[in-house]
């Protein structure tokens, strides 16, 4: 296995064993605001999720995003170097991120079937993701997490490939 590979390992351990303390609320922004890095920090991260976080983990917690210009922003990275004690920074975070981020593989799946249904003005699909989101259980999150090992295995396997319907 080569050294990144083993980093990587490493990375998604102690990211399963950080991440089983809870779930956060969710966190919206205004309809048709521009998700810039300033406002990325400012209302997602400062108001909403990093209080949340460091309240469910005692401050003691793994953070990484996906690519999105917003997250991997200098201002962002700057703000998160200096706010988060463990951030990995942009250049570690995996390829293929999606199929090793349990809320992208497993949640958000399980939340588009319920909203796909019908066409819904925003304060309905607000009220029905908040809703989808208080009944996954801690359980079923746990289960996702506990296949980040062997999701990465797979990933690595594949060079890098989509997998994510492979694993269930």
Same mark, same amino acid.
């Given at each position: 296995?080569? $050294? /990144?590979?083993?980093?990587?390992?490493?990375?998604?351990?102690?990211? $399963?064993? /950080?991440?089983?303390?809870?779930?956060? *609320?969710?966190?919206?922004?205004?309809?048709?605001?521009?998700?810039? +890095?300033?406002?990325?920090?400012?209302?997602?991260?400062? $108001?909403?999720?990093?209080?949340?976080?460091?309240?469910?983990?005692?401050?003691?917690?793994?953070?990484?995003? *996906?690519?999105?210009?917003?997250?991997? +922003?200098?201002?962002?990275?700057?703000?998160?170097? +200096?706010?988060?004690?463990?951030?990995?920074?942009?250049?570690?975070?995996? +390829?293929?991120?999606?199929?090793?981020?349990?809320?992208?593989?497993?949640?958000?799946?399980?939340?588009? /079937?319920?909203?796909? #249904?019908?066409?819904?003005?925003?304060?309905?699909?607000?009220?029905?993701?908040?809703?989808?989101?208080?009944?996954?259980?801690?359980?079923?999150?746990? /289960?996702?997490?506990?296949?980040?090992?062997?999701?990465?295995?797979? #990933?690595?396997? #594949?060079?890098?490939?989509? #997998?994510?319907?492979?694993? *269930?």
């Amino acid at each position: 296995m080569s $050294q /990144r590979s083993l980093k990587a390992l490493r990375f998604l351990l102690l990211f $399963q064993n /950080r991440v089983k303390s809870g779930k956060t *609320d969710l966190v919206f922004v205004q309809p048709g605001a521009k998700i810039n +890095s300033v406002c990325y920090c400012h209302n997602v991260l400062e $108001q909403g999720l990093l209080p949340d976080i460091r309240r469910s983990s005692n401050d003691n917690f793994l953070f990484q995003q *996906d690519g999105a210009p917003a997250h991997c +922003s200098r201002h962002t990275v700057a703000y998160l170097r +200096s706010h988060v004690p463990d951030f990995t920074e942009p250049e570690n975070w995996p +390829s293929s991120s999606p199929d090793l981020n349990p809320v992208d593989y497993s949640v958000w799946g399980r939340c588009n /079937r319920w909203c796909i #249904v019908t066409k819904f003005c925003i304060d309905q699909l607000k009220l029905m993701l908040i809703d989808c989101w208080d009944q996954l259980s801690q359980d079923m999150l746990n /289960r996702a997490i506990d296949q980040l090992p062997k999701r990465l295995m797979i #990933v690595m396997k #594949v060079k890098g490939a989509h #997998v994510e319907f492979r694993l *269930d």
